[in-house]
C-alpha cells in the first residue's frame, strides 16, 4: 500500500507526486535526504524495488507521448508541478535533428548520405558543433548542426581511434580524444591532424575514461592508478595528479567523469563509490554529492557529468538510468529521463553536452509555452534512440 512521506524539493513549490524507491534502513540516509532539500513537495512512495519503480516513472512520463498520432512534449518534473526541463527529440541521424544545406551538385547527386551514429559515448558541443564518441564506429563524429554537413576524427591514419569514450574542445578549437584502448589522449586540429598524444610517461600506462580542458590544462580521469591525471596541454607533459584508491573524501574507485565549474571548481564522478567529488581550485577535497543506495538523491553508477551556465550540475547515471540534476551547493533538483525506451527515456544515458545556444532550425522545436535557457544533449548505449536532446528552463 503507497503511503505518503513529506520531503523537500529544491527544484518546485508545487506540490505533486512521484515515485522513488523503497528507502534503505539506515537513520543516514534518512537524514541525508531530508537536509539536502529545502522546499515542501509530496511524493508517493510504492513498495516496489528500484529499476521497477523507473520503468513505473518513466511510462508516466513519456507513455501518453508515445502514444498519440501527434505527439506531446515530454516534461520533467511530471505534471502538474511546473516544467524545468522539456525533450525536444530522440536520434540517431544527423539529419533527423537538421536538414542538410545542399549545394546544386549535391542536389543534382541526390543529396547526402544522413551521418549516424552506432554506439555513442562520450559527447561534447562547441560553436554550433556536436562532436560524438562512437565506440561501434571507432571515430568521432563531427556534427555541424548548422549546415546539417558532418566529417569525422580518427577513422583513418596513424592516430585510427579505437574506443573513443570521451572528447572535449579547447577555445582554439583543439579536439581532444580520450582512447581507452590506446591508452592516451590524442588531441586533433580542426583538419583532423594530430596537435599532441598525452600519455604518462616513464613506461606508466592509463585507461582514460573522460575529460576536461580548463585554461591550459588538461584533466583526465583514469583507472589504472584510480586517479585524476593533469597534463599540461601545450607541451603534454604530466604536471600532477588528484587522488588514490579508496572511498575516503579524496580517494576514488573508478573515476569516470570530469568537469570544471563556472567558477574553477574540479568535479569527479567516482563511480562504484555512487557519488561526485567537489575540489577546489588547489585540488583540495571539499565535500561529496550522493552516495551509494537506492533513496532520492543517491546513485548506483554515474558516468558522465556537466555544468549548466547556471551551475546545474548534470549526472548520467547507467545504473538507474537517469541524469541527477543537483544545484551549485550538491542538492537533488530533480531526476531526468528514465529506463523507457520512449521519448524523454534516458534507457543508460553515458555522455552528457551543454549548449548554450543551438540554430534557429533547431530551436523552433521548443514549445511556444517554455522557455528555454540552455540546452542538454545525451547519449545512451542502449534504446532505439541514442542521442537525445532537452530544453532548459521555466514555463512562460
Given amino acids: 500500500m503507497p503511503q505518503k512521506v513529506i520531503i523537500n524539493s529544491v527544484f518546485t513549490n508545487e506540490r505533486h507526486s512521484q515515485f522513488f524507491p523503497e528507502p534503505r534502513a539506515s537513520a543516514r540516509a ?11 513537495s509530496t511524493y508517493e512512495k510504492p513498495t516496489l524495488n528500484a529499476m521497477m519503480l523507473g520503468i513505473v516513472l518513466c511510462s508516466m512520463c513519456v507513455g501518453c507521448a508515445s502514444q498519440s498520432p501527434t505527439m506531446k512534449p515530454v516534461y520533467f518534473p511530471v505534471p502538474p508541478a511546473a516544467p524545468h526541463v522539456v525533450h525536444l527529440k530522440s536520434f540517431n541521424h544527423l539529419h533527423d535533428l537538421i536538414a542538410p544545406q545542399l549545394s546544386w551538385v549535391e542536389k543534382i547527386r541526390g543529396g547526402l548520405a544522413s551521418p549516424f551514429v552506432a554506439a555513442p559515448a562520450g559527447i561534447a558541443y562547441h560553436d554550433q558543433h ?3 564518441c562512437d565506440t561501434g564506429q571507432g571515430c568521432v563524429h563531427d556534427w555541424n548542426l548548422n549546415t546539417g554537413k558532418a566529417s569525422r576524427f580518427g577513422d583513418s591514419g596513424p592516430a585510427t581511434l579505437e574506443s573513443p569514450v570521451a572528447v572535449a574542445i579547447d577555445i582554439s578549437n583543439k579536439v581532444y580524444i580520450a582512447d581507452t584502448s590506446r591508452g592516451e589522449v590524442v588531441i586533433f586540429n580542426q583538419s583532423g591532424e594530430i596537435a599532441n598524444r598525452l600519455k604518462p610517461g616513464d613506461g606508466l600506462s592509463m585507461k582514460p575514461t573522460a575529460l576536461a580542458v580548463r585554461a591550459g590544462k588538461v584533466y583526465v580521469a583514469d583507472i589504472v592508478t584510480h586517479r585524476i591525471l593533469i597534463f599540461d596541454a601545450t ?6 595528479s588528484i587522488g588514490r584508491t579508496g572511498n575516503e573524501l579524496g580517494e576514488f574507485y573508478f573515476p569516470l567523469g570530469v568537469a570544471i565549474t563556472n567558477d574553477g571548481q574540479l568535479l569527479v564522478t567516482d563511480s562504484m563509490n555512487g557519488r561526485v567529488q567537489r575540489f577546489d581550485d588547489k585540488f583540495s577535497p571539499q565535500s561529496a554529492i550522493g552516495s551509494l543506495g537506492d533513496r532520492y538523491g543517491d546513485m548506483g ?3 558522465h557529468l556537466v555544468v549548466g551556465p547556471d551551475g546545474v550540475i548534470f549526472v548520467a547515471d547507467t545504473e538507474f538510468a537517469h541524469v541527477h540534476m543537483f544545484n551549485s ?4 533538483l530533480m531526476l531526468l529521463g528514465g529506463p523507457a525506451d520512449l521519448p524523454g527515456g534516458t534507457p543508460m544515458p553515458v555522455g552528457l553536452a551543454i549548449a548554450t545556444e543551438l540554430p534557429s532550425a533547431i530551436r523552433s522545436q521548443i514549445p511556444q509555452s517554455f522557455n528555454a535557457k540552455y540546452f542538454l544533449f545525451v547519449s545512451n548505449t542502449l534504446g532505439s534512440h541514442r542521442l537525445s536532446l532537452y530544453a532548459v528552463g521555466e514555463r512562460k
Fill in 235 to 240: 607541451t603534454g607533459n604530466l604536471d600532477t
Fill in 301 to 303: 553508477r554515474p558516468r
Fill in 30 to 40: 534518512d537524514a541525508r535526504m531530508l537536509t539536502s532539500l529545502n522546499k515542501l
Fill in 130 to 132: 556536436l562532436y560524438i
Fill in 329 to 332: 551547493e550538491g542538492q537533488l
